[in-house]
């Protein structure tokens, strides 16, 4: 039986410690991009398989909630939760540590600014 670790730094990687998990909830909560398509156009290219996922797994993880679109009601929209705007804290500061110390940012589309 593995057993669990009890860092919350550990915890915190376990649900947040890929790369997409990570663009995605960027996306949603600075970019304001709420369906598939709008997240998929990431310019990161990001692969529906693993957006699918991602999303999936972000929900199970109560940091995203998907609904249907009244407008089109084969699309879904996917709306952070008050989980994943505690995020935005760590965000900001994960930001502005990759402006710091990676020389290749592009800081020109700040999401962060809108």
């Known amino acids: ?56 797994t972000l929900q199970q993880e109560s940091l995203l909630c998907c609904s249907v679109d009244l407008e089109n009601r084969r699309s879904k929209i996917y709306t952070p939760t008050e989980k994943a705007q505690d995020l935005v804290p760590v965000l900001v500061e994960l930001y502005k540590w990759g402006e710091k110390y990676n020389d290749r940012a592009d800081t020109a589309e700040n999401p962060l600014q809108e």
């Open 1 to 56: 039986m593995k057993r669990k670790n009890c860092c919350p730094i550990a915890q915190a990687l376990g649900v947040l410690g890929d790369k997409w998990s990570l663009i995605v909830l960027r996306d949603v909560i600075f970019g304001k991009k709420r369906h598939f398509n709008d997240l998929l156009a990431s310019p990161e290219k990001i692969s529906t398989n693993i957006l699918s996922n991602r999303l999936k």
